[in-house]
């Protein structure tokens, strides 16, 4: 039996965007493991039950689907009324394409950020707002390390990706306690189903101390404003 690390989550609230398969999926799995009830949302309904059902048999927890486009203004403004009472947040849906800049045009490039770039952005806006009333709350986004190591071959990603972390960092200094908290999780390069590698990098090391994987989530936690 895999042990996990106690993270005091028993009982919290977490939303997850882009659930239904990927690194959505498994940070699906950990937090039913331990212990939170989830709202799970992305585009294929299907696979979001199939997933519920499977979380809900191994670990017991409460899983609520949401089929849903974040790209649609109506879609994004119901998940967020839905999911009202969430403690944790974790920003994950994106499909922005790979290309060089003569290879992206106008409208791939919109559709793709419509999704991760601004489907982050306006969830997070409505999130954190009901985050603020209550006091407490996490915003988490998973945001590629594209953003920090730009390549010409995924120019509207590594762009997309950049302008997430200046969008995670730059709220502001540490608030007081019991105020909502953001941060950002950059895995590195990663394999679509396909096998075919996001961007052509080799994968970074991890800082020492941290482990060493193909996909090293480098800590960096910051505090928003009240």
């Not at 937090?31 to 809900?56: I, S, V």
């Not at 048999?57 to 849903?68: I, K, L, S, Y």
């Not at 499909?95 to 950020?113: F, S």
């Amino acid at each position: 039996m895999r042990t996990l690390m106690e993270l005091n989550l028993e009982g919290k609230r977490a939303l997850v965007t882009g659930a239904s398969k990927g690194i959505g999926a498994a940070v699906a799995e950990v937090l039913a493991a331990e212990g939170c009830h989830l709202r799970l949302a992305a585009r294929n309904a299907d696979a979001l039950t199939a997933l519920a059902r499977r979380l809900t048999a191994a670990h017991g927890t409460e899983v609520a689907v949401h089929a849903v486009d974040l790209r649609v203004p109506a879609d994004l403004e119901r998940l967020a009324e839905a999911a009202a009472d969430t403690d944790i947040l974790v920003n994950n849906a994106g499909d922005i394409p790979a290309g060089t800049l003569d290879q992206v045009g106008p409208q791939a490039w919109r559709h793709g950020w419509d999704l991760k770039v601004y489907g982050y952005v306006d969830l997070t806006r409505l999130v954190y707002a009901r985050m603020r009333e209550r006091g407490h709350g996490v915003i988490i986004n998973d945001i590629g390390a594209s953003g920090g190591h730009p390549t010409a071959g995924y120019i509207a990603g590594s762009a997309g990706n950049a302008a997430l972390m200046a969008f995670t960092k730059a709220p502001g200094p540490p608030p007081p306690r019991r105020h909502p908290r953001g941060g950002r999780r950059q895995p590195g390069p990663g394999w679509t189903p396909t096998g075919s590698p996001r961007w052509p990098r080799p994968a970074p090391r991890s800082r020492p101390g941290w482990p060493r994987c193909p996909t090293a989530a480098w800590p960096n936690r910051v505090r928003w404003p009240t």
